[in-house]
C-alpha cells in the first residue's frame, strides 16, 4: 500500500522488507538513520525490543509499551510511535462513527464525511496488544470504556496502566471537544483512568451490551474457520449499534450476526489502511492517498 501511494504521489520513495534477527535489532536500528532512511514499520517479534534503541516516544506508544512506526527525525534521532489508535480512530471517522466528537489519538481525517453515529460508552472485547492501542484512542476521545475479557486480573492491569498514562498526559493534551458532541463535554471533566472499566468475560456480557454504543472486537477469535464467537450469541445486537471487528483477513461470524440484527458492522481493513496511512505522513510530510492505499490492499 505504501508503494502505491508514492506512486499516485509521484514520490520517488521505495517501501521494502528488511528482515532482521532478534539479536541483531539494535544494530538495524542504529543504521536506519545512516542508510538514509526516513523510518520504518516494526513488526511482531520486534514491537517491544526496538524502544531501548530510540530517543523519544509517543504517549501512545509509551502508554501501549510497543511501537510500530518508527520515524528519523532530521537530526538523526529516531521517533517510535504506534498508529494503531489513529488508524482505528481514522477508520470510525471514516465510517461515519464520531467517538465523543474527537479524533483522539490523532487529528488526521481521513475526510470531512458528516458523522451519523456518535458513541459515547464502548465495550472492547479482549486484553491484549492490540486493545491497549483502541481503549488508549477511545479513553483519550473521552468514550467510557468497558474492557472484557476472560481474565479480569488482565483487563484490570490494563485499565490501570493506560488511565495513568492518561492522566499523566492529559494536562498536554490540545485536542478540542466538539460543542455538538454535548456528552463529550460532560466526561471531559471526568478523569481518564475513571472512564476505564474491567469486567469478566462472558459474565458481563447482558448488562454491558445494554449500554455500549459501540463494541470492538481486539481478540483473535474469527481469524479462522470454526472459531466460537467472541460473544454471547444469546445477546442480541441493535439498530444504532456499531459493532467493530478488528480482524480483515476474512469475513467474521460476529459481524455477520450484527450485522443480521441491524447493526452496523465494520472489519479491521480501513484500520489497517489508515494506520499506514498515518505512517506515511509521519516519513513523508505529506497528506496520505489513503483510498489508493486502501485499494491496494484489497487487490488479491
Not at 492518561?166 to 463529550?184: G, H, I, P, V, W
Request: some cysteine.
Amino acid at each position: 500500500m505504501h508503494n502505491a501511494a508514492f506512486a499516485a504521489l509521484g514520490l520517488d520513495w521505495a517501501y521494502v522488507p528488511l528482515p532482521v534477527p532478534p539479536e541483531r535489532v539494535g544494530e538495524a536500528v542504529r543504521g536506519l538513520a545512516a542508510l538514509g532512511f526516513a523510518g520504518a514499520n516494526i513488526t511482531v517479534p520486534h514491537k517491544q525490543a526496538v524502544i531501548p534503541f530510540l530517543d523519544e516516544l509517543t504517549p501512545i506508544a509509551r502508554a501501549v509499551g510497543a511501537v510500530n512506526t518508527l520515524v528519523v527525525r532530521p537530526d538523526g534521532s529516531l521517533l517510535g510511535d504506534n498508529t494503531d489508535g489513529a488508524g482505528f480512530m481514522a477508520d470510525l471517522w471514516a465510517h461515519g462513527v464520531r467517538v465523543c466528537g474527537s479524533m483522539g489519538v490523532s487529528e488526521y481525517k481521513p475526510s470531512a464525511l458528516p458523522h451519523s453515529h456518535t458513541p459515547t460508552r464502548a465495550l472492547v472485547l479482549g486484553a491484549g496488544g492490540a486493545a491497549r492501542a483502541v481503549v488508549y484512542a477511545l479513553a483519550e476521545a473521552g468514550a467510557r470504556v468497558a474492557v472484557a475479557n476472560r481474565t479480569q486480573d488482565r483487563a484490570q492491569a490494563l485499565c490501570q496502566a493506560l488511565g495513568a498514562a492518561l492522566e499523566a498526559t492529559a494536562e498536554t493534551q490540545s485536542a478540542q471537544r466538539d460543542s455538538e458532541c454535548l456528552s463529550d463535554l460532560r466526561v471531559s471533566a471526568v478523569r481518564p483512568s475513571s472512564r476505564l472499566s474491567a469486567h469478566p468475560f462472558p459474565d458481563a456480557l447482558p448488562e454491558l451490551a445494554a449500554e455500549a454504543e459501540l463494541i470492538v472486537n481486539t481478540t483473535s477469535l474469527g481469524l479462522h474457520e470454526g472459531d466460537p464467537l467472541p460473544w454471547d450469541a444469546a445477546l442480541p445486537f441493535r439498530p444504532g449499534q456499531v459493532v467493530y471487528d478488528l480482524i480483515y483477513n476474512r469475513p467474521t461470524a460476529l459481524l455477520a450476526l450484527a450485522r443480521s440484527q441491524g447493526a452496523t458492522a465494520i472489519d479491521g481493513l480501513g484500520m489497517l489502511a489508515h494506520q499506514g496511512a498515518r505512517a506515511f505522513e509521519l516519513w513523508t510530510g505529506v497528506a496520505a492517498p489513503a483510498e489508493v492505499m486502501l485499494e491496494a490492499i484489497r487487490e488479491p
